[in-house]
Every structure is written in structure tokens, then in C-alpha cells.
């Protein structure tokens, strides 16, 4: 069951060039999409978010861009700072009749920050 | 800023035996959530929980799973007779359903279980 998919299983970028995550997904369902952060042996952290009536969503140096129509996003860090290094997941959810449904996540993507 | 927590951070049981893994929701929301992550694979959906009972739940959470809310706080995920197959990375997530961050999912550090 593949319907997010993040096809760079990593990432290298230098020291305060741009970063760009991609992430697919399948399911025309979703309509809610997140990106979460993870350093190893932690939990997933909430990074940014985009809901699918908008197509671009900034807070500070992170993006989130949402192409509905192929159905594609991506993350943009820039500056990208080595704190920035870690696993980056993308995930994706509708809204069921209770309210919140449940995240399907891809892979990941592995960033590391060269200084 | 509020957190979820969990308890214990690991947790190493022998196969038949009966785990429960404890977590803290952040305090105001209303939907909670137990995902787990087997070593180098993705983060997957267990189940979910509103009202007191279970909203939705996946193939993985079958009659070995069950969760609860004993008290206002709290949120458990027990496996009644474990299986070496589920040694995991166990994550507990909450959410609101309300104000500009509705959906948004926010997750603790995580307990890893290990079956021998």
C-alpha cells in the first residue's frame, strides 16, 4: 500500500542552500498533508502543514507546496542549517465523520546538512 | 509547550507475555492515536480513538491490541500475549479538532518494545 510515496530515500545539500523534499501521493481522498521531522529513537515532530484548498503554506524558512492536480508536494528549507539534518516524513489524511482521520505516512527521506 | 509523553521508553518482555504501554495526551484534545514503526519500515497506523471508543483501526490491530482511556489523562495500548513480530517502535499521537492547526497530529518520543 504505497499511497504516499517519497522517492529520495536521502538527501545531501551544503550549508545554507535550499533544500527540497518531494513527496507523491494517490489517494484524490486526502486533503490534509503534513511534514514531520525525526531524529533517531524520537518521536515524529510536527514541522508544517497544508490543507488542499490552498496550494503554498510558509512559516520561517519552511515551505510546503501542494500541486492537487499531480498530485504532489514538497518541502522547502531554506536556509538549510545543519540543525536541519534528520528524517523527514511526509503524510497525508482526510477527514472521516468523527473528525480526524488517520495519518498514512511515506518513507521518508533522510537530509543531511554539509557545513 | 504541551507534549504528549509516553511510559515506559523501553520496554524488553518475552513472547506470550502481556505489555501495556502507557501515553499522556496533550490535555485539551480529543482524539487520540497509536502508530507503530518496525525498524527501517514506515510509520503505520494502528488506531484511533474519540468518544471514548475506537474510530477506526487498522489490519495490524487485531483481537491481540486493545486500548483504553482509564481516566481523564491517560491512554494505553495493550497486546495481550505478544509476538516477536512486534517489536517496534510503539508512538501514541493526540490531536484537536478545532482552531488553524485542526488535524494536525502531535506525537510522543515513542516506546520500543523488544519480544525475545
Known amino acids: 500500500d504505497q499511497q504516499v510515496k517519497q522517492n529520495s530515500p536521502s538527501l545531501s545539500v551544503q550549508e545554507g542552500r535550499i533544500s527540497i523534499l518531494n513527496c507523491d501521493y494517490t489517494?484524490?481522498?486526502?486533503?490534509?498533508f503534513l511534514w514531520y521531522k525525526k531524529y533517531p529513537a524520537e518521536g515524529p515532530t510536527f514541522l508544517i502543514s497544508i490543507s488542499s484548498i490552498k496550494d503554498k503554506n510558509e512559516d520561517g524558512r519552511f515551505t510546503v507546496f501542494l500541486n492537487k492536480s499531480a498530485k504532489h508536494l514538497s518541502l522547502h528549507i531554506v536556509p538549510s542549517q545543519p540543525g536541519d539534518s534528520a528524517v523527514y516524513f511526509c503524510?497525508?489524511?482526510?477527514?472521516?465523520?468523527?473528525?480526524?482521520?488517520?495519518?498514512?505516512f511515506g518513507t521518508g527521506t533522510r537530509l543531511t546538512i554539509i557545513p | 509547550e504541551p507534549e504528549v509523553t509516553q511510559t515506559p521508553s523501553h520496554q524488553v518482555t518475552q513472547m506470550g507475555q502481556e505489555v501495556i504501554l502507557r501515553c499522556v495526551p496533550i490535555s485539551n484534545h480529543l482524539y487520540f492515536y497509536w502508530y507503530r514503526q518496525i525498524l527501517g519500515q514506515k510509520v503505520e497506523f494502528l488506531v484511533s480513538f474519540y468518544n471514548n471508543e475506537i474510530s477506526e483501526k487498522s489490519e495490524i490491530f487485531d483481537d491481540q491490541f486493545s486500548v483504553e482511556r482509564p481516566d481523564g489523562s491517560n491512554f494505553t495500548l495493550k497486546i495481550r500475549s505478544t509476538k516477536l513480530e512486534d517489536s517496534a517502535m510503539y508512538f501514541c499521537?493526540?490531536?484537536?479538532?478545532?482552531?488553524?492547526?485542526?488535524?494536525?497530529?502531535?506525537f510522543g518520543p515513542g516506546t520500543r518494545l523488544l519480544v525475545l
Open positions: 503524510a497525508a489524511s482526510g477527514v472521516n465523520d468523527f473528525g480526524n482521520e488517520k495519518l498514512t
Open positions: 489517494n484524490s481522498m486526502f486533503d490534509y
Open positions: 499521537a493526540s490531536s484537536d479538532s478545532r482552531g488553524l492547526l485542526a488535524g494536525t497530529q502531535y
